[in-house]
């Protein structure tokens, strides 16, 4: 809420037909709605969190809803008041719905980073825990704890700041994707970048084994964190891991 959101809408090659930003923590952006034009469309976007109720994490559990209107058919309906919704629209629903499929947050600490996490839509909801430290240490490590279970060790960090291994969560295969570079080589205000995917098929994590030798890439592939767009297949959480002196 702090921060606000952002509703963008995409070609099919996803060039951006137009962005919407909303700031509701001013008490009278909490509710509202704003239209426009877009390849001849009219779109209309439709908001109401004035009673959202927030657990530990930045957005809401309960009580808001977050609207796209297109011709007055509502394409996409996020929150659980629904009715709400449609009454204030008065558009009609489509049989599609809506996917879950990419989640970005900033984690602060020391050398412990704790977070809530789901790794799939409407998955289960999990502790995840990242150690690493980095400070005066001469053999940094790295450890991913899922629930208070190790499933990930990296050893011998310097050489392996960057790279990927498979883990087995709820029974689905998760990609893990590192890049410790700016913890070890950079300045002290870089940060490092994780991210959890789902990953297609199970082949490549029985191919590993959950705890085996994790995989090191000779290149960077942290723009591949930053690029949402090339992570329409499955779902991805990205983790911004930022070190508190």
């Given amino acids: ?18 962005k919407v930003d909303i700031k509701p923590w001013l008490f009278s952006k909490r509710k509202g709605s704003k239209s ?14 004035s009673s959202a109720k927030f657990g530990s994490g930045p957005e809401p559990l309960e009580g808001f809803y977050v609207g796209v209107v297109v ?12 009715k709400e919704a449609f009454k204030k629209t008065n558009a009609t629903p489509v ?23 789901q790794f799939c839509d409407n998955g289960q ?34 050489w392996k700041f960057r790279g990927n291994h498979n883990i087995l969560v709820d029974g689905n295969a998760v990609e893990v994707f590192w890049d410790v570079h700016n913890w070890l080589f950079g300045t002290s ?16 994590l029985w191919a590993s084994g959950p705890l085996s030798e ?9 723009q591949r964190f930053l690029d949402s767009k090339s992570q329409s297949l499955g779902f991805s959480l990205i983790l911004y891991a930022w070190k508190n002196e």
């Fill in 214 to 222: 994790p995989n090191t890439l000779p290149l960077s592939f942290s």
């Fill in 189 to 204: 205000l870089g940060n490092a970048v994780f991210m959890f995917k789902t990953c297609l098929s199970a082949e490549k």
């Fill in 1 to 18: 809420m702090g921060q606000g959101l952002s509703i963008g809408i995409d070609d099919a090659a996803n060039h951006c037909l137009c």
């Fill in 95 to 117: 049989a599609s719905t809506a996917v879950f499929v990419a989640k970005r947050e900033h984690i602060f600490g020391k050398k412990v980073f704790n977070t809530k996490a």
């Fill in 125 to 158: 909801i999990h502790n995840l825990l990242i150690e690493c430290d980095t400070n005066g240490v001469s053999d940094p490590y790295l450890i991913i704890r899922v629930d208070g279970k190790t499933v990930m060790q990296v050893k011998r960090l310097r």
């Fill in 71 to 82: 011709d007055k058919q509502m394409v996409l309906l996020l929150g659980d008041m629904r």
């Fill in 36 to 49: 426009l034009e877009a390849y001849s469309c009219k779109i209309d976007i439709y908001w109401d969190l």
